[in-house]
């Protein structure tokens, strides 16, 4: 078992590792594809993503020192020549700015970047996806990846006014889903819907206003289920244009969270699809 080379850092201000400073106030979303996975459980994620080969690759970890032992294993996943640096607890929560109790960070890059378009040309001919419009809560978006992979979706579509799910918070709620899930982020809910419509996906949108009950959504080769922003939902005239549903709850409360109302959703729907 070969495994990456320990690399000791003393110095917080060592210019290694400047891309792990600070990580609190600022994230590195945006700057040339890169990004920050935190914990043992996206740590993991991530090896599988780069030894996948699929656009998403590992470029450096860094580690509390009493946690080097116990991730033996899984840096054994990591090709060698990745750097592993290490620091003790004082130097660690210096360099991320805060008490960083997990004690593992890596930085990684996403090198592929499909538009909608290409991403549903590679979709297969039965299909499951999950379609966002303006989620701006990285809690969220991380929980809707998060039951995306649990209920079997095979991809995610966000419009341009989604929150970008490769930040730190989001891919950490995913539990890593996202550097695993393919999704494409781009354009107006409404251009989104077209393009689905036209690779033949049956679209359901998820409101407390649908029309029918979600048991009552017909299978199909290809489903799309579509959720809006939090507090508003979907806009009146995209669900005008679609087919909605609805999840039945007890009168008094407005609507269930966003990323629950879209687990219960996708469970259902992935069970009249048989495709749990």
């Known amino acids: 078992m070969t495994l990456p080379s320990l690399v000791r850092i003393d110095d917080p201000s060592d210019a290694r590792i400047a891309a792990f400073v600070a990580i609190k106030e600022r ?7 890169r990004f920050i996975a935190e914990g043992t459980v996206v740590l993991r994620m991530l090896a599988a993503a780069h030894r996948a ?7 450096a970890i860094l580690l509390l020192e009493s946690r080097v032992a116990g991730l033996t294993g899984l840096l054994a996943g990591f090709p060698a020549d990745i750097p592993v640096y290490v620091a003790d607890a004082r130097v660690f929560d210096a360099i991320a700015g805060f008490n960083m109790h997990r004690g593992v960070l890596a930085l990684g890059r996403r090198e592929a970047t499909p538009d909608a378009d290409a991403l549903i040309a590679e979709l297969p001919a039965v299909s499951l996806v999950l379609a ?9 978006m991380g929980s809707l990846f998060r039951n995306a992979a649990a209920f079997g979706v095979d991809a995610v579509f966000m419009d341009a006014t989604s929150c970008d799910p490769m930040y730190r918070k989001a891919i950490r709620v995913s539990v890593g889903s996202v550097l695993t899930m393919p999704f494409a982020r781009e354009g107006t809910a409404s251009s989104l819907i077209e393009r689905l419509q036209v690779a033949g996906f049956a679209i359901w949108g998820l409101s407390p206003r649908g029309t029918v009950d979600i048991n009552d959504i017909q299978p199909a080769p290809r489903t799309a289920l579509l959720v809006g922003t939090e507090g508003e939902g979907l806009p009146e005239a995209i669900l005008s244009a679609i087919q909605t549903a609805r999840i039945r709850q007890r009168p008094g409360l407005d609507s269930l969270n966003v990323a629950m109302a879209a687990g219960i959703a996708l469970h259902q729907v992935a069970l009249i699809n048989k495709r749990l």
Not at 27 to 33: E, H, S
Not at 133 to 140: F, K, L, T
């Open 27 to 33: 994230d590195l979303t945006g700057r040339q594809g």
């Open 53 to 59: 080969g699929r656009g998403i690759v590992a470029e």
């Open 132 to 140: 966002a419009c303006g989620i701006s809560n990285h809690d969220n």
